[in-house]
């Protein structure tokens, strides 16, 4: 499993990680079991928020690294409508129970809200001086608000982005991914095998990643995964309630696509004009 570093925080982290959204709904004995195999094969970067499930998903969570603490690399979102100086640290405290845990590696907002950013970034940063959170980032976040949140905490504050990003969604590549790279925050790409709706075999860009998946002795979710992390800044968490996914997910972490198979994915998944504003789902 390739690793590079976090963003500013000094961390290196595995390339793949696991995202959570939805496993309410999934078998939960089987999803938890997923979550654990995952972090065997080093899929150590878990991704939950409060959102999910109302709660249930963290409680998953929790019960998954009941034991296995150290080994994972936590994040959570507070929803933007709680994000006030005091309804986040409120907020994060109920995370924190939820999740069976004194800390948080990765506090983020999850998407930009009504309550005045430096209100939320205060609350971050007095989190942070509690040992409450390691450090703290945004999604949904497009360059100007980005610029925003840097002015108010300074540079090297903002562990990363998470944002939208697979084969058929390559918007941020225009504006918020460049913004990210020119101020060593780390990019995590959501929903990277596009949130179940991943292109057919029968496709032409299908076609692609069956052949370029074959010449790896791989798969093409592999291909697509392997092609979203080329650049250095990225990191992906595909969510995955079964442990034959999570299994396929692990191994694009050693996947990587030369300089001409890179660009025969850009062809046949070209990015498309820019947009205002980054693409959400
Ligand atoms: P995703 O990871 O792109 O796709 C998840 C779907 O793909 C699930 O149905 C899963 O099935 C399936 N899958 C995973 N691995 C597979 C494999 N190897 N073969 C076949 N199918 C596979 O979508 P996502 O859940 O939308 O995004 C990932 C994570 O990003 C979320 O879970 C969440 O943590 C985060 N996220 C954040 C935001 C935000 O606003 N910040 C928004 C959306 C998502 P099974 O579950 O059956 O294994």
New binding site residues.
Partial sequence: MQKRSFGPTGRRLPVIGQ????MER?DRARAIA?LRRGLDLGLTHV???ELYGSGEVEEMVGEAIAGRRDEVFLAS?VLPENASRRGTIAACERSLARLRTDRLDLYLL??PGNHPLKDTLAAFEELTQAGKILAWGV??FDEQELAEAVAIAGEGRVACN?L?Y?LEERAIEHAAMPYCEEHGIAVVA???????R?PSPRSRGGRVLAELAAAHGGTP?QVALAFLLRRPSLFA??????SE?VE??AAAGDLVLSEDEARRIDEAFPRGRRRPGVP??
Avoid: C, M, V
Wanted: charged share 20%.
């Fill in positions: 995202g959570t959204w939805n999934d997923a991704d939950t928020a979102k999850h998407w999604s949904n998470q939208l697979h959501y929903s990277p095998l596009g949130s179940g991943f979710r968490i595909p969510k995955a309630s079964r996914h396929e997910n959400t789902l």
